[in-house]
């Protein structure tokens, strides 16, 4: 995965926030976006019975015990249970979190766009391990997961989102590029856990 690009470096929120603003969406004032990266401890990773509910000592988590079953790679609408994707975070997988009661289209619309743009890795089924999902409970409106590390910001920061992806993807005790399910049950079939 590249760097990002000079113009992204020394932004302390989105470049484009007062255009969005401008269109209608209330972005948050750029002093309150200071994104925050941190290094947790492992807390464990083993496997508990599927739907059962489990807590984690990070918000959001980073690392623990985890569903057998991981999610498949991709952006959801509906929120997943963490017990899947923090299988994915095992695999090497990023997971972009979002908690906005009073919706973010904008901002949703820019981390699927500096997903789109990440370079493929897995092959024709899984191109990156890469997962969005809204998280109703993350405490903070943005944040990304990866296997010991998270990110935590009041915006989606493009520079600080690209740099916490270049530094942690694929760097996961299991590098595995296999999809998942989808938890949600998708268009098919009623979802993993009621």
Known sequence: ???????????????????????????????????????HPIEGAGHVKLCTPVTYATNPPSSGNHYPTWAAYRT???PILRGFWVHNLEHGAIVITYNCPDGCP?????????????????????????????????DIRFAASAWGFTLRADCFDRAAFLSFIVAHYAQAPEDICSDGVDPTGGPCGPPLCP
């Open 76 to 78: 959801y609408t509906k």
């Open 1 to 39: 995965m590249s760097e990002a690009s000079s113009d992204d470096a020394g932004q302390p929120c989105d470049p484009d926030a007062e255009e969005e603003a401008s269109m209608g969406e209330t972005a948050p004032p750029q002093s309150a976006c200071i994104p925050l990266a941190e290094e």
């Open 106 to 138: 904008l901002e949703i619309a820019q981390a699927q766009a500096l997903i789109d743009a990440l370079p493929q890795d897995c092959g024709p089924v899984v191109k990156r391990r890469m997962i969005l999902t809204p998280d109703p409970e993350l």
